[in-house]
């Protein structure tokens, strides 16, 4: 393991001093052989973190979420430059249960549970990989943090709510052991009351059980209240990365992703769009 | 007048006055029924784990009965002839899947379907230059013969199938419903991308589909054959299966069990009851206007899968 960590690493060296857990280093994603989504994206999830991956709808965000785990090839992509890393591990070529047996779960957007499974079923298919060992206390492990959803256990997971869904793709998830776990678009379609419930939740399992997770989000005020480290996409790049915080006081950030200007009134978006164009010629 | 009587009435006179011959009947078109749930399950099982409608499921029938049948000419006793056509079936998923399935992954279904009409005619051809194409007699050792319950009778043969038969459906059930792998099989079925972000494999999946696919199609062929012989005729059992389907469901295994009884007690009980009215052979088409009459009134079957739709 240091043997491997030891090596040079020159690629990206931005996100901070802790060790990575995943290393996405200039990766380009084309589909169906011509289409190309990803124009070299670097990133880094450091073990135990929550990094926010942010951007607006198309910026690329769910390819490099796919692209990690490996879903990308069910849907013709493919990651043709870069490497990505898992543990100093390379990972881009490999297939999604292999990927998943390393220990990165993606929890898709739209939740995707199993319909016609119960709650509780699909719980068990999350633990697939591990093989049907410790599947009792792991099903109590993940029932101790979304309470709701033993409540639920026999129902048709079809038939319950948007916010348990969510939950339940994540309790799914977390039944393979991830230590990344990466979430695409957790927020979305539910009732902000729930994606801070649910957010808090995540929180507490990268907290209690140190599962790191990179977190892609277009509610960026969300996602950047509980990440320490943020990326911003703009079609198919990153154009920017750093603190949570930073981030989030980041006046680009506010007129891109906000629409607000600092004093948090509307612009309109002549303006934005025209700063935002002003701003890409900058940089 | 007379005709009224003669449809809603006099049947079930007939049926009142002579209960034995009515209790055969209905034996008769169990075990008939049975036997086409058998076909329509392995049917149902690709098409649930892969959305394919296998063509090429009753050429399977056909396949498994000339192998086990060849096997035993060779001089293999049952049970060993038996085994070494599990052995064939699921060997065949195996190469089904690395030939087949993964070149053509994430294709249209359409084109998986024509592979399979594909796959049908290599199998046919396969079957009869390996095993030859006359009509062979298959003996697995229950003589086709009838004993008398409480003036009943009851062919041995077919109880001895539809026992069989019963007892595959209840593991098959078993296995769908409690096993880690059944489980990952209704996954698969339900949402194929989600079942890979959590590190279910396809390819492993597929590939036990089609070998317990093909383990039914040798209980259907063995009885089929034991009954009437193993001939090309087996593969167009596949054809009584479709209206099995479409009455139980296209994803349904207890849909496959009734659609199959009901369809087969239906053209027994038509055919002995009903048929000198129309001139007989109510056999060769009930199925297929039932099939209709369900299209136009359920076409997602008796227990086909209601889309799930939340509002």
Redesign the interface.
């Known amino acids: 393991m240091s043997a491997v960590s030891a090596a040079p690493d020159r690629t990206d060296t931005r996100a901070g001093t802790a060790r990575a857990l995943l290393s996405v280093n200039n990766i380009e994603v084309i589909y169906d052989h011509v289409i190309l989504v990803l124009k070299g994206v670097s990133l880094k999830v450091p073990e135990g973190g929550i990094v926010a991956l942010l951007g607006a709808n198309g910026a690329g965000k769910s390819t490099t979420l796919k692209a990690i785990?490996g879903?990308l090839r069910?849907?013709?992509g493919d990651v043709t430059k870069g490497a990505i890393e898992f543990r100093g591990e390379p990972i881009h070529r490999r297939?999604?249960?292999e990927?998943?047996?390393h220990g990165i779960?993606?929890?898709?957007e739209g939740r995707?549970?199993?319909?016609?499974?119960t709650v509780e079923?699909?719980l068990?298919?999350?633990?697939?990989?591990q093989?049907?060992a410790r599947t009792k206390p792991d099903l109590e492990m993940v029932y101790g943090y979304f309470p709701r959803l033993k409540d639920r256990r026999g129902f048709?997971a079809?038939?319950v709510s948007?916010g348990e869904q969510q939950m339940l793709a994540i309790g799914?998830?977390l039944?393979?052991h991830p230590r990344l776990m990466l979430l695409d678009e957790p927020s979305m379609g539910l009732a902000p009351m729930l994606v801070q419930e649910i957010f808090e939740i995540v929180a507490r399992l990268n907290r209690e059980e140190n599962v790191a997770v990179l977190l892609a989000e277009q509610n960026a005020t969300m996602a950047l209240r509980f990440a320490q480290h943020g990326y911003v996409m703009e079609n198919g790049r990153i154009v920017l990365d750093g603190d949570a915080t930073t981030i989030a006081d980041n006046e680009d950030i506010k007129e891109f992703y906000l629409g607000l200007t600092g004093v948090g009134q509307r612009k309109s978006y002549r303006d934005v769009k025209h700063y935002k164009r002003r701003k890409r010629w900058l940089s | 007048m007379s005709l009224l009587y003669a449809v809603f009435v006099a049947p079930f006179v007939d049926m009142a006055t002579a209960p034995a011959f009515f209790v055969e009947v209905l034996l008769g078109g169990v075990f008939a029924g049975l036997m086409y749930s058998l076909v329509a399950l392995g049917f149902v099982l690709i098409f649930k784990a892969s959305g394919v409608f296998n063509f090429a499921q009753g050429v399977m029938v056909l396949f498994a009965a000339l192998t086990l049948v060849g096997l035993m000419e060779r001089g293999a006793p049952v049970p060993v002839a038996l085994v070494l056509t599990v052995a064939v079936m699921v060997a065949l998923a195996f190469a089904i899947e690395r030939l087949v399935l993964r070149p053509l992954?994430?294709q249209e279904h359409i084109i998986l379907f024509m592979a399979t009409i594909g796959l049908n005619f290599f199998l046919e051809g396969f079957g009869e230059m390996l095993w030859g194409a006359n009509v062979k007699r298959l003996d697995i050792g229950v003589p086709d013969e009838s004993f008398q319950v409480a003036g009943v009778l009851v062919n041995k043969l077919e109880l001895s199938a539809a026992i069989t038969a019963a007892l595959l459906v209840a593991v098959l059930a078993v296995f769908f419903q409690r096993t880690?792998i059944g489980?990952?099989l209704?996954?698969v079925?339900?949402?194929?991308?989600?079942?890979?972000?959590?590190?279910?494999?396809l390819k492993t999946i597929w590939v036990i589909v089609w070998a317990v696919a093909g383990i039914v199609a040798i209980a259907a062929g063995v009885m089929w054959g034991a009954k009437s012989g193993v001939q090309f005729s087996l593969s167009l059992l596949a054809l009584k299966a479709l209206p099995v389907l479409i009455l139980g469901g296209f994803e349904s295994v207890p849909g496959a069990i009734l659609g199959g009884l009901i369809i087969g007690v239906g053209e027994k009980l038509g055919e002995v009851y009903w048929g000198p009215l129309v001139g007989g052979a109510i056999e060769n088409w009930f199925a297929y206007v039932l099939a209709l009459a369900f299209l136009l009134f359920r076409p997602q079957g008796l227990f086909g899968?209601k889309i799930?739709e939340?509002v």
């Open positions: 785990s879903l069910t849907e013709r297939n999604p249960n990927v998943v047996r779960v993606q929890v898709m995707h549970v199993f319909e016609h499974l079923e699909n068990l298919t999350g633990a697939y990989t093989g049907g048709r079809g038939y948007g799914r998830a039944m393979a | 992954v994430n880690r489980r990952a209704r996954a079925a339900d949402d194929h991308e989600a079942a890979l972000s959590i590190g279910i494999p899968e799930i939340r």
